[in-house]
């Protein structure tokens, strides 16, 4: 993948040259390969640019001005969108390239992904200690086991909720013991009561003999 940065080499607008400028010290520091285009002295590549820059992209009057950027066949920007993406820390994405390991848009990726996924992937810093600005939130790796121990909970207030009905069971069966207890005596003393009357009238019966 070529990148491409048309440019105003005999421009008379210091706006524009020192647009250009910004842009191209930037990727040199990045270290990104690209490849200068002179739409001043190039018919061709003047051409070209304003064929292909998209139309939602142009301004007013229909004309780009430089610079313009591509990666390839495929529209970048301008300056404007390049210098949002420089605030944002994401020029390899608007570039269209993969952001090299360890920097500043890769280890953004590597947080989104493990927010995204919910994961966690240790990384080290410089020193070799273990970078905690990319640890998952404690009460995201934590879930799993809260969840867990809310479940747990819960069995456990439905066993307490069956002791309880256990309980009732037994202070029912209780009070329908006591119940026939209290029958039973009531039936001993009717007995008993009638045993007395039949004495009674036994004993009448043989003093009036």
Avoid at 17 to 38: M, S
Avoid at 114 to 120: A, C, D, S
Avoid at 134 to 148: F, K, L, Q, S, Y
Wanted: net charge negative; glycine share 6%; aromatic share 6%.
């Amino acid at each position: 993948m070529v990148i491409k940065v048309f440019l105003a080499s005999s421009s008379g607008s210091t706006a524009i040259k020192k647009k250009q400028q910004d842009v191209v010290a930037f990727l040199e520091a990045l270290k990104v390969d690209y490849t200068p285009l002179d739409i001043a002295c190039n018919e061709e590549n003047r051409m070209w640019m304003r064929k292909n820059v998209p139309e939602e992209n142009k301004p007013a009057n229909g004309i780009p001005l430089p610079p313009q950027i591509f990666n390839e066949e495929s529209y970048c920007g301008d300056y404007d969108t390049f210098f949002n993406a420089k605030e944002d820390n994401s020029v390899y994405s608007f570039l269209g390239l993969p952001p090299p390991p360890g920097s500043k848009e890769a280890l953004q990726a590597d947080r989104a992904h493990i927010v995204e996924n919910g994961t966690h992937t240790e990384e080290t810093n410089a020193e070799g200690n273990v970078d905690e600005s990319t640890e998952v939130p404690m009460t995201e790796r934590n879930g799993e086991a809260h969840a867990e121990k809310e479940q747990a909970q819960a069995a456990d207030g439905q066993e307490e909720d069956g002791g309880d009905a256990d309980d009732e069971e037994d202070e029912v069966a209780e009070d329908e013991e006591e119940a026939v207890e209290e029958t039973d005596e009531q039936a001993h003393a009717e007995e008993d009561e009638e045993q007395e009357e039949e004495d009674l009238q036994s004993e009448e019966e043989e003093e009036a003999e």
